[in-house]
């Protein structure tokens, strides 16, 4: 099978296929891999920003105007629904001026993707002590606090 005619979207959903056979066959017991990077693919090639360096401690990506963005993503699957994205480190110190974060289906399709300001993410994010991190539930409710950009249609574009 030559893999290199496939579009980036048809190779993960072709992932999300192996990994639920894996996972019946009690091979895997995780639903979640290669979505952080492939959210960071996204909203680079959606919006032109630069990706970090693997030595920036705080944020995934730079537009042209200066600003920093963490993204984070979160692949919700029939198994685990939870929203919850990844931890973030040092939310309390800043580090970044956006969160870009983005719903994928279960196929790794985009179902929703959004921009928050710092500020936001700060006031309803919860610390937790035993892994010194903090989170934060990417919820629908998300999408309707002042300032939060819908960028949902420009990051699914960006799949093609």
């Known amino acids: 099978m030559d893999l290199k005619q496939f579009s980036p979207p048809e190779l993960l959903g072709l992932h999300a296929a192996i990994g639920e056979e894996l996972r ?35 944020a995934d990506a730079l537009c042209s105007a200066g600003k920093l963005y963490q993204v984070k993503s979160r692949r919700p699957t029939r198994h685990n629904s939870s929203r919850q994205l990844s931890a973030i480190r040092d939310l309390d110190k800043g580090g970044f001026d956006y969160l870009a974060g983005v719903i994928f289906s279960e196929d790794y399709s985009v179902e929703r993707a959004a921009i928050i300001p710092y500020d936001l993410v700060l006031a309803n994010a919860s610390y937790v002590e035993r892994t010194n991190s903090w989170k934060f539930y990417l919820r629908d409710s998300v999408w309707d606090w002042p300032d939060v950009e819908d960028v949902t249609m420009e990051v699914r574009a960006a799949c093609d």
């Not at 895997?28 to 030595?55: H, I």
């Open 24 to 58: 019946e066959r009690g091979i895997v017991r995780s639903s979640n891999n290669p979505v952080g990077d492939f959210a960071e693919y996204l909203f680079c090639k959606a919006f032109g920003w630069t990706q970090a360096g693997n030595s920036a401690k705080s």
